[in-house]
């Protein structure tokens, strides 16, 4: 008999296949199955690159999204950007006051932030200006760190005045406890320019009871 191994043919031992012990099932073969196919035999020829991988990469910019420019009626408010010290003239009764202000442009001019520190009180408010192109109105929303807040709107300027109205709730005493008493005040702000270093606002404000009170604020570049 001869010993000579069949041309291209290689001796095999069958082994059973076993997981932990135990005979591999149909769903445990199958899976043992698709796990060989995932590697490659050594020495096999590379798959064909299709022609999506063949073609040369091109690389592209990124989408820049679009911009809205800033409405042009914002710049009806520009005479209040910069620095300002504010005297203002209170009431008969009350003590005269100074505000120091700076007006910024915000959101790519969209809105004006102003940040405001009233002396005597130590009072800190922001206001925030603005143009509603639904309404056709400037709007300004105001707060500060007694808890008094307000929102106000304008329509644009006419005669030399921009006049704003709208509802303050005024934080009589403020008190850490977030609980305090206040009152509601409707306000006026007439607002006009002097010159390109000087504005007034002559401000009235009308309580529940029908109290009118009015006070000037003039402002002149720092």
Known sequence: MSTQKPEGRERRRLVPVRWRGAPLGIAGASALGLAL???????????????????????????????LPAPPQIRGLDFLLGTFTCDYAPPPGSKPATMTMTTKRAMGGHY????????????????????????????????DNWGSNGNYAAAPWKDGHLIFTGSLSQVVKPDPSGETTGVPISLHDDYQVVNKNHFTNHQTMTFSDGTVLKGTYDCRRA
Request: hydrophobic fraction near 35%; proline fraction near 13%; aromatic fraction near 10%.
């Open 112 to 143: 004006l932030y102003t940040d405001a520190r009233m002396q005597p009180g130590d009072v800190v408010g922001r206001a925030t200006f603005g143009w509603d192109p639904v309404a056709k109105k400037f709007i300004n929303q105001y707060h």
């Open 37 to 67: 196919f995932a590697v490659a035999p050594v020495g096999a020829e590379p798959a064909p690159r299709s022609a999506a991988d063949s073609a040369p990469q091109q690389h592209t910019r990124p989408h820049k999204p679009r911009t």
